[in-house]
């Protein structure tokens, strides 16, 4: 059964941090990319980072790159997003989302996704 849980959400101040989780199952974790996306109020969603377990590369959107990092821990099937620094403009709903295929930071080339975890970030 395919599964992607995603956690780590909450209230932060500007200029905090906070680290996201997904852990994946149903697929071959090595085989695979795993994007960050989010949707804020009123906007469309948008990716924010995707890390290949295959390649181990790594995308970024510009408003993450310098204060996000994306990581896989394949030993835990565990997706990470260590956000820095962070804007009240960072405010969203984050979403994990994984393909087997080709990826970008296109939202819609990923096929399954998570439920969402809320990150608000206060000025």
């Known amino acids: 059964e395919v599964q992607l849980q995603a956690s780590g959400g909450g209230l932060v101040q500007a200029g905090g941090s906070l680290t996201l989780s997904c852990v994946v199952s149903?697929?071959?974790?090595?085989?695979?990319?795993i994007g960050w996306f989010r949707q804020a109020p009123g906007k469309e969603r948008e990716g924010v980072s995707v890390?290949?377990?295959?390649?181990?590369?790594?995308l970024y959107a510009d408003s993450a790159k310098g204060r996000f990092t994306i990581s896989s821990d394949g030993a835990k099937n565990t997706v990470y997003l260590r956000m820095y620094n962070l804007k009240p403009e960072d405010t969203a709903v984050y979403y994990c989302?994984?393909?087997?295929?080709?990826?970008?930071?296109?939202?819609?080339?990923?096929?399954?996704w998570g439920q969402g975890t809320l990150v608000t970030v206060s000025s």
């Open positions: 890390i290949s377990t295959t390649t181990d590369t790594t």
């Open positions: 989302a994984v393909t087997e295929g080709s990826y970008s930071l296109r939202p819609f080339e990923f096929d399954h």
């Open positions: 149903g697929f071959d974790f090595d085989d695979i990319a």
